[in-house]
């Protein structure tokens, strides 16, 4: 983003930087994460290449599978890729609920959360617009069916949660990160309503789920980082892991409003024992987030609806070069 031009007040955006959030020893990362030799660092990253383009060539053939076969195939492909990059995964948690609709919100903190959410609880994403043009991961998320939201105009906001919510009452899985931005993993963003208003409309429950890295300086996709620079990042830090954690399904019927069900999500995600900030802004940014999970939040979303707004405030650029 230029420094001439303000960014929108409504677009949600993360204080964390490549400089203060991810380029800063992870303090609980412990002794096992060290860095990789260069020579496996390019074997990782060939790795991991690789597998996204092999998923690329075998997509004309997988959509010829029936459903079920597919999507198994799909939570293999994208295990392997994120294997391939040379992060272990734990999936903890008690499965999602089967044969209903869900919209899976979960906290954002990499690119990597998206596969990993596929792996688990594979659905139509949601993502900003500028992941369409992105070279083949765009053409992946297109032929995954990804719901794409141009996050500068307030307008499209609407259309974007009536097709969400048309993929609910269809009995689908929808999946988004309702911080809209990302955020450094020490620390969390709120988890903004709109998307809620989606699983009213379609009759969806909603499924919590918490992504945890260590160490999160390897792992945080945040601020203007470069895609390339996360992910040599990433393949240069030896015993990168990731916690992948299933929390309890929230039932729509319980909370009166998007609102309530957002406050109920954010509290759900948020409820982990949290690590100690490397830096002191991560560390205000921690207590803030903590204040505002009990906040309203009629600072961000007028009281009707969110099919009535029609308000619209450009922004320059997105908060974070992140796929959602």
Known sequence: MTG?????????????????????PDPAAGPSAHAASTALAVVRLAAGIG???????????ARLLPTPARLALVRYWVRAVVRAF??????????APAGRPLLVVANHVSWLDIPLLAAVLPGRMVAKSEVRRW???GALAVLGGTLFIDRDRLRALPGTVRAMAAV???GGRVVVFPEGSTWCGRAGGRFRPAAFQ??????ADVQPVRIDYRPTDAAAYVGDDPLGSSLWRLVTTRGVTADVRTLETLPRARY????????????AVARRPVAPCAVAPCAVVQRAVVQRAVASDSANLPLSSVHQRDRSSPA??????TPA
Do not use: K, M, Q
């Open 198 to 203: 989606a699983a009213l409309d379609g009759g």
């Open 135 to 137: 070279p083949v991961l």
């Open 316 to 321: 320059s650029a997105s908060s974070s070069r």
């Open 4 to 24: 001439t031009t303000a960014p929108s007040p409504w677009l949600p955006t993360a204080p964390c930087t490549p400089g203060r959030c991810a380029a800063h």
């Open 256 to 267: 009166p409003d998007r609102r309530s069900l957002a406050a109920a999500a954010e509290r």
């Open 168 to 170: 609910l009452s269809g």
């Open 51 to 61: 597998a996204v383009l092999l998923g690329v060539l075998c997509v004309p053939s």
């Open 86 to 95: 040379g992060v272990r995964v734990r999936f903890t948690g008690g499965p």
